[in-house]
């Protein structure tokens, strides 16, 4: 397998587990609170492992990214985790090395996981090599500097609601 066929088969298998990702946090309510658990301490592990083996594609046009989610499909994805999570949805946040807590919520991690997805699924749909780039170029940027840690806080919160604790 050469090069080339790696970094398709990478971006390949990233794009099956962002596309599962979303269909699960976008239908949030049609599962049960322990379902949606059970899903996330699988999906977000998957998720972190497969953008890290992504290409870097840093020089692509960061201003011709197309976005796709809105703020209210960001809103009704929060709402809908929110809902399902119940009393389990906030929790605090060590912040930095000086220990700064911060309030925050599985919900708003997981949609704000679900908008660079979903954005990254629908360029890579259109299936032209430059939109692909593009996709690959921004996921992995947010990964590196964003969405990654929101994936790790939230399954810290999820594996403890997972084991019970």
């Known amino acids: 397998m050469d090069n080339k066929d790696l970094t398709n088969k990478y971006i390949d ?6 596309k599962e990702y979303c269909y699960i946090v976008n239908n949030a309510m049609q599962y049960s609170y322990s379902q949606l658990v059970s899903y996330m301490v699988t999906m977000l592990p998957m998720l972190y492992l497969k953008a890290s083996m992504l290409p870097d ?13 809105s703020e209210e499909e960001w809103t009704r994805v929060r709402l809908q985790v929110k809902k399902n999570f119940g009393e389990h949805d906030d929790y605090f946040e060590i912040q930095g090395r000086f220990g700064q807590s911060e309030q925050t919520s599985i919900s708003e991690n997981l949609a704000d996981i679900y908008q660079d997805m979903k954005d990254f699924t629908e360029l890579v749909s259109y299936e032209l090599e430059e939109s692909i780039i593009e996709a690959v170029g ?15 806080n939230a399954l810290k919160i999820i594996h403890l609601l ?3 604790k």
């Open 138 to 152: 921004e996921v992995k940027k947010n990964f590196i500097d964003y969405w990654g840690q929101r994936a790790v």
């Open 162 to 164: 997972y084991v019970g």
């Open 57 to 69: 594609y840093d020089d692509y046009d960061r201003e011709a990214v197309s976005k796709f989610v």
């Open 13 to 18: 298998d990233f794009t099956i587990v962002a």
